[in-house]
């Protein structure tokens, strides 16, 4: 059968940064950067995105094109006989359902607040109501799971009608308008009165700020959001990699890419840091900022529930822009691993994914006596742990090394591949760096994140 293509090259750039573009680049991003010195750690997050995202991204584009398979086989299909690179593909395909059986979940969150601002549940509330509605949700299994399941149903689906009629044409719709929206209420954040403080504490380089923090400590920020931000390492990406033509060298997309994706997350901040400080509210990060402080600075606004309607249509169309984009990973991976015909491919992934998504759901409610990783935990933060800490840094260690390596794929293949077609070259004069210091920093921040989780849990 021949493999479906996306139908352009926009579609491409849509797809490959919606999958990107997730919950992180808004409730993460704009805190850090204003806790960790503004302009100093854009700076530094910028150079490690180049220096350390970008490549991994060449590399995972360039073993997608080459193999036209998704990670589950790609590895199998460029592999020298009698190597065994193809066992990160099981690894993969479990990063992209594990990172699914929680994500599902939160696009569940999103997709209730965008209807209940919509209908407005918010209005009147003071700060106190506003959490107690957070709470709420999560006390209530059976709004969850509804919520849950509705995502994870609609996601197949979309994916059932086929890749350019379902996966590219929705996404590439979901992603215009989210650019759109994101302008729109940046500029009314903006325009608040007072919002001038929350541009200075966001965007201005703050020296003292950095002093506190510690320069080492902004710089492994910004190293760490540099590189999780792309989600690379289990094969989300080298998927929309293997439904491309060869007219293009991957250097200059995978840079729009990552442009686009830091974007997202820069205005994310003009959205919430203005609003934030122009009604005294203070910025927090994680689930409570989105679902707690930012409805409350929508109450206090002039035309409040349009704009918080507005937020929460911004961050479903993220959400699901993610979820749609490893849906079709795992419906091609599931297909190709297993051979399953692709209505099969759905239908068992809805149950697969609808089923195993009920822990972290339940996690919040009738089981959130099981602390996995300490007190305070859920299942939720297991299973983030597993993707973010373990695989996303692990299987772009592999990428690497197999694109670098003469016992992998190789130098010559993977520059050969990734220079295709009319664009930028990749400069093979980083080769040594390749080698020799993305490896090292990539076991740091490997180890790192392993420390970062043990070092300060109360059990």
Known sequence: ????????????????AGCAIGIGNVWRFPYVVGDNGGGIFVLFYLIFLVIMGVPIL???????????CSAATAFRTLEKPGQKWHWHGYAAILGNYVLMFYYTTVAGWMLYYFC??????????????????????????????????????????????????????????????????M????????????????????????????????????????MNQSFFTLSLGIGSMA???????????????????????????IVAGLIIFPACFAYGVSPDSGPSLIF???????????????????????MTFAAFSTVLAVFQNIVAMSSELWHWEKKQAIWRNILIVGVCSLPCVL????????????????ILDLEDFLVSTILLPGGSFVFLMFCISRRGWGWENFVAEVD?????????????????????????????????TFAGLQW
């Open 292 to 314: 707690i402080t930012l409805p409350n600075v929508f109450n206090s606004m002039p035309g409040g529930g349009i704009w918080g309607a507005l937020f929460f249509l911004f």
């Open 116 to 181: 209940a601002s919509l209908t407005g549940k918010f209005a009147g509330l003071d700060a106190e109501g506003v959490s107690g509605q957070f709470n709420s949700l999560m006390a209530e299994p059976l709004t969850m799971v509804f919520c849950t399941l509705t995502v994870v149903i609609i996601g197949f689906l979309v994916c059932g009608l086929g890749l350019q009629n379902g996966v590219e044409r929705i996404t590439k719709g979901m992603m215009l308008a989210l650019i759109v929206i």
């Open 239 to 265: 998927i929309f990699g293997s439904y491309i033509d060869k007219d293009k060298s991957l250097l200059g997309e995978s840079l729009t890419i990552a442009a686009l994706d830091t974007f997202v997350a």
């Open 1 to 16: 059968m021949e493999r479906e293509k996306l139908g352009s090259r926009l579609g491409f750039i849509l797809l490959s």
């Open 58 to 68: 060449c590399m995972e584009f360039s073993v997608g094109r080459g193999s036209r």
């Open 420 to 452: 295709q077609g009319q664009g930028l070259r990749f400069p093979t004069r980083i080769r040594g760096y390749l080698t020799w210091i993305l490896p090292v920093l990539m076991a740091f921040l490997f180890f790192n994140g392993l420390y970062s």
């Open 363 to 378: 996690g919040f409610n009738l089981w959130s006596g099981f602390q996995p990783l300490g007190a305070g935990s859920s």
């Open 183 to 222: 302008i729109i209420l940046a500029v009314n954040s903006i325009l608040q009165p007072g919002a001038i403080e929350g541009l200075k504490f966001y965007l201005v380089p703050d020296l003292e700020r950095v002093r506190e923090k510690g320069l080492w400590s902004v710089i492994v920020e910004a």
